[in-house]
């Protein structure tokens, strides 16, 4: 088969993580796969080194008059089945043709920059759901999870390089900082937890107003933000629990790589939580509410058997239904069935 793979996201990022993961995979599966993206050499270069061979755009603004017809041309010539446009700059950039043209959505997007379009991918049922109330129709929509990687036995990051103490409770947070995120009610929480230690995993725009909450709330000591990371399976298994408390979270890949680590989870109960955990592989609190976070995390810190039981259960999701097999199966499966609108 073989399928065109577009992205123009940002340099790091949850959806552009997933596209390198899905399009090395396919090529992996046996596809011919053409990975085009927005300009940025350390992309290309891991999907050079998994034995693809990228090619990058400019993907820029109004004013980019040049991307249009090059991608265009590039598509001309491999002669795809199929194309997936990834988020809304890459649905806008990419023409119809000879090809069916797919566009994946990992939230609720503006749907007009799809109007092209063939089929549309949701990575949530929630997602898929709000499109066809958009009045698209079902046979042109498909739900396809997310994978993530089997981070199971990976070795501990040394607790020391994180500034955390050996022998205190460690819970962990990734993802950008962003208000959406909600990492001040993580912040708000930990006076409720004395002696367990925070670390936020990742980067943008709150960081100084995250550090100047944990000051005011006396947890300056207690929290640690470390950047953007690349070595979660690392991080997972020197943490106690993983703490996901957005505010909006359209999925919630961090839920899986969890369940992949065998690591309890406590999050807010936004979208895609909501939607991903059950009772038997994690625990929901109301979002925006630090007391009922914090409470949730002592009971899955004090408690073992409990943390065991839903480590265990959320291992056995990630196994049959996040793992790489599972998801590269039902991918291959819509990309060999979808037809022209």
């Known amino acids: 088969m073989k399928v065109a793979q577009v992205m123009a996201g940002a340099p790091t990022g949850g959806a552009e993580l997933f596209f390198e993961r899905l399009t090395t995979a396919l090529h992996r599966a046996g596809d011919s796969v053409l990975p085009v993206i927005r300009r940025n050499e350390p992309r290309a270069a891991r999907l050079a080194r998994a034995g693809l061979a990228p090619r990058q755009l400019g993907f820029g603004g109004p004013a980019d008059l040049l991307t249009g017809p090059r991608l265009r041309t590039l598509l001309r010539r491999f002669g795809p089945r199929v194309v997936v446009a990834w988020m809304n700059r890459a649905a806008s950039f990419t023409p119809p043709g000879d090809w069916v043209l797919a566009g994946r959505l990992g939230g609720y997007y503006d749907l007009d920059y799809y109007r092209r379009c063939d089929h549309l991918v949701g990575n949530t049922r929630g997602i898929v759901r709000w499109i066809a109330g958009q009045g698209w129709a079902d046979r042109r929509v498909h739900y396809v999870p997310n994978f993530v990687d089997d981070l199971g036995g990976a070795t501990p990051v040394s607790r020391q390089s994180l500034g ?178």
């Open 164 to 341: 955390v103490p050996p022998d205190c409770k460690l819970v962990l947070a990734l993802g950008r900082l962003h208000r959406n995120k909600a990492f001040d009610m993580l912040i708000s929480a930990l006076p409720r937890l004395p002696g367990t230690h925070a670390v936020i995993a990742g980067e943008g725009p709150e960081r100084a107003d995250l550090l100047d909450a944990a000051r005011r709330e006396g947890v300056s000591d207690r929290l640690h933000l470390i950047g953007w990371r690349e070595d979660t399976g690392a991080l997972l298994a020197a943490a106690d629990a993983l703490v996901c408390p957005s505010r909006h979270e359209p999925l919630g890949n961090v839920v899986i790589e969890a369940w992949s680590a065998g690591r309890p989870v406590v999050a807010a109960a936004s979208e895609g939580p909501r939607e991903l955990i059950t009772s038997d592989d994690g625990v929901l609190v109301p979002p925006g509410d630090p007391g009922a976070l914090a409470d949730a995390l002592a009971h899955v810190l004090d408690d073992p058997a409990r943390a065991a039981s839903l480590t265990r259960t959320g291992r056995r999701r990630f196994e049959t239904e996040f793992a790489e097999a599972p998801v590269v199966a039902r991918w291959r499966e819509f990309l060999g069935a979808v037809e022209k609108a």
